[in-house]
């Protein structure tokens, strides 16, 4: 009776230390109450980069008058319905490799490493020549295509498009489902392309409060997220199946062993 009481105590004991080892190794932002959060000037703001797709829209109030910059591309055929949509849709406006674009009166505007507020005052005071001197256009700016990816060990990996241009990696991989119970949470892979093609990847650890601090919290367009799996799951994904038959059996065997002891005894 002392014996299986020992056991029940070693078996609590070694639960109990499981359960913290793995709470230091899953929980976020540990540590929150030591930490010092940095205080920005102003709110991130998501910078244009090369490859980028813009939607820009002049407001006047003269209709007339901003209508030379509000392009419009011709309307889609829809084979469904087989007739044609009646919306007109805005040119999109495609970065090149130079950080530049082509705006309608205007010409070639160089809008790469602008923010976006700083891209609308840039075309409002370039064509504010082109209006009559009482008008006060509104320019503004949409990135079309931002999105990051997230990989690895999350419940639901893929691209994820971003509609409010301003994203945390912990939004991103709430996303993605978050991370599965094998992802490794200190060692974050984030690979990121800077404005000349030059890719770099960075490890972060989500463990740590201090990553609200980090300059790589908000994710810039096109930012992949990569969690490794830790060791259990690698250990578990080299078992093959010959080895999975083996413990099987070994199950079995010991299975059947100790119900011939418990007879025979």
Known sequence: MKHYSLMAILCVTVLLISSCVSTKKIAYLQNSENITYEVSDSLYDAHIMPKDVLTITVSTTDPDAATPFNLSVPTTFNQNSRSTTNQPVLQAYLVDNKGRIDFPVIGTLEVGGLTKSSCERLIHDKIKPYLNENEKPIVTVRMSSYSVSVLGEVNRPGSFQVSREKI?????????????????????KLIREDANGRK???????????????????????????????????????????????????GVLISLATLIFNILK
């Open 168 to 188: 945390t990696i912990l939004e991103a991989l709430a996303l993605a489902g978050d991370l599965t119970i094998y992802g490794v949470r200190n060692r974050v």
């Open 200 to 250: 770099v990847i960075h490890t972060l650890d989500l463990t740590n409060a201090n990553i609200v601090n980090s300059p790589f919290y908000y994710l810039q367009q096109n930012d992949v997220i990569y969690v490794e799996p830790n060791k259990v799951k690698s250990q578990n994904a080299n078992i093959g199946q010959i080895t999975t038959l083996a413990l099987s059996a070994t």
